[in-house]
């Protein structure tokens, strides 16, 4: 059975930094699956953040997180961190971590993943 439990959410002020983590236990490690980071606001749809591309680790980034975001893997630990800096108001969200076989044009379409957990809320206040 396949499970992806993240951490590392909270409260925190416009301008801090938090990093969520991601285990998997019952998946291959993290260097030959795709892993990625979505979130989604309150009234909002699910929205891509971050992905960690299989065995290259590329990591592609939404336009928004650019240089504020950095997502990594730990393939010893079977691990997937977002580290999230300068945190603004609207990084407001819950954020899952998904793993899965995606096709590269469809890395940032949350279709391509077949595996969720269950989220870590974000809130950013101003």
């Known amino acids: 059975q396949v499970q992806l439990v993240e951490s590392g959410g909270g409260l925190v002020q416009a301008g801090d930094s938090l990093r969520l983590s991601c285990a998997t236990s019952?998946?291959?490690?993290?260097?030959?699956?795709?892993r990625a980071w979505f979130r989604q606001a309150p009234g909002k749809e699910r929205q891509f953040v971050a992905a960690?591309?299989?065995?290259?680790?590329?990591?592609y980034y939404t336009d928004s997180v650019k240089g504020r975001f950095t997502a990594s893997r730990d393939a010893s630990k079977n691990t997937v961190d977002l580290q999230m800096d300068r945190l603004k108001p609207e990084d407001t969200a819950v954020y899952y971590c998904?793993?899965?076989?995606?096709?590269?044009?469809?890395?940032?379409?949350?279709?391509?993943?077949?595996?969720w957990g269950q989220g870590t809320q974000v809130t950013v206040s101003s």
């Open positions: 960690v591309w299989r065995n290259t680790g590329i990591v």
């Open positions: 998904a793993a899965g076989f995606p096709i590269l044009s469809s890395v940032r379409n949350d279709y391509g993943y077949r595996y």
């Open positions: 019952g998946l291959a490690s993290s260097s030959s699956t795709s």
